[in-house]
């Protein structure tokens, strides 16, 4: 379980630096990665072969610039400004699927288009406003955890309203993503065993309806079990994603040598950006992403441990969740050791939205790692701090 909060306020140390190159690293092989995938999309479609890495080096600019200002400020802010937050992002989330407010890709409505500014989809930066606010309830209080009505009901109902919206897009990765977060954060602040299980047998449930209820999570599920039953229909994207994988073989085709990216994997520069990855770079490169990631998730697991205290433990674990569960569904579903889900890989998938708000994530992460405990305060700042 997550530590209590220390007595003593421990001094600004230096953040984490590991973790800022890590997460360096994985971004500029993401700007790599859709250059590499996007560059015939971008010729046919709008003659500019570029067209998608400079708007994904647009998002990473703007995430670089997140991240620092999120480190910058004193994380114990967050606790009294996510309430704010909170109400923001669900207010974005209640205009995108107003009429007018919205942009339609691929059938779905998860981009709010206000004028002539850039789209945002509003759901990646409500995965950090639900992280806040759970982590503020969950931390006010040891008796809110165990007791229903103060611990398991208030943060339901934040989850319950949160998936509803995005369902409304629809967007079941995020949904999974979010529900699973808020309940591995719900555990680390000390939920019981009743608890747990009431959250995992409805979680079932609920996935269950879900799935049953729309054709096409339907269909992603029998691809799932059997692609070849139908490889010119619902088992062709995964099988597509397979032969990209497989192609690359030990150490791949080379940068830019992707056959797969030429309209045969259904969005190569998003969900499915691992397996062009995999093409280019074989089972090397793919290693090396995926020790990346988990050296990301190390460091920030470190950072749980060493909290100094129980908001900054239950805000970073959430964060540190958010990052793993998201990577772990889009690895495993292109995979296809999971059904396929429509989600990107953080820092690496083409998308703006996605890349700004995980970045900003990441900023809060080494914002806690400044106030690390283990650090003793001097005299002066003893004497400072009377």
């Given amino acids: 379980m997550v530590a209590a909060a220390s007595s003593v306020r421990t001094p600004k140390g230096h953040a984490d630096y590991w973790l800022l190159s890590f997460v360096t690293v994985l971004v500029v092989i993401g700007l790599q990665a859709v250059y590499s995938a996007t560059f015939a999309l971008a010729i046919t479609e709008y003659h500019n072969v570029f067209y998608f890495l400079m708007r994904q080096a647009m998002g990473a600019a703007l995430g670089v610039a997140l991240l620092f200002a999120c480190m910058s400020i004193d994380y114990r802010w967050w606790r009294f400004l996510s309430p704010f937050i909170f109400v923001g992002a669900l207010v974005s989330l209640v205009l995108v699927i107003i009429p007018g407010f919205s942009s339609s890709q691929y059938g779905a409505s998860r981009w ?34 165990t007791d229903f009505k103060t611990g398991l009901l208030p943060i339901a109902g934040v989850v319950g309203i949160v ?21 591995t954060m719900y555990f680390l602040a000390g939920a019981s065993l009743t608890a747990l299980t009431m959250i995992v047998l409805s979680g079932l449930a609920g996935g269950a309806f879900l799935i049953t209820t729309a054709a096409y999570r339907v269909e992603r599920w029998q691809s799932f079990l059997n692609p070849w039953q139908d490889p010119q229909g619902i ?8 032969i990209a994988l497989g192609t690359g073989g030990i150490t791949g085709l080379g940068i830019g040598a992707s056959r797969q990216k030429f309209f045969y994997v259904p969005g190569a520069h998003t969900d499915g950006i691992f397996a062009i990855i995999g093409e280019e770079l074989g089972f090397i490169g793919c290693m090396v992403v995926i020790l990346l990631f988990a050296a990301v998730i190390y460091r920030g697991a470190r950072i749980v441990q060493h909290a100094p205290d129980r908001f900054g433990a239950l805000l970073a674990s959430g964060i540190v969740a958010w990052i793993a569960y998201q990577t772990l569904i889009n690895i495993g579903g292109i995979t296809q050791a ?25 900023g809060i992460l080494l914002s806690i790692s400044r106030y690390l405990k283990g650090t003793e305060p001097t005299q002066s700042q003893t004497l400072e701090a009377r």
């Fill in 112 to 145: 709010l288009q206000i004028g002539p500014l850039p789209a945002v989809q509003p759901s990646e930066f409500m995965k950090i406003a639900m992280i806040l606010v759970v982590a503020a309830w969950l931390s006010s209080s040891n008796r809110r955890v």
């Fill in 163 to 183: 998936s509803f919206l995005i369902m409304k897009q629809p967007d079941f990765g995020t949904v999974l993503v979010i529900i699973l977060t808020a309940g």
């Fill in 235 to 242: 088992g062709f994207h995964i099988i597509q994603l397979l």
């Fill in 338 to 362: 999971i059904p396929l889900t429509g989600i990107p890989l953080p820092f690496i998938s083409y998308g703006g939205s996605s890349l700004a708000a995980t970045m900003a994530a990441v």
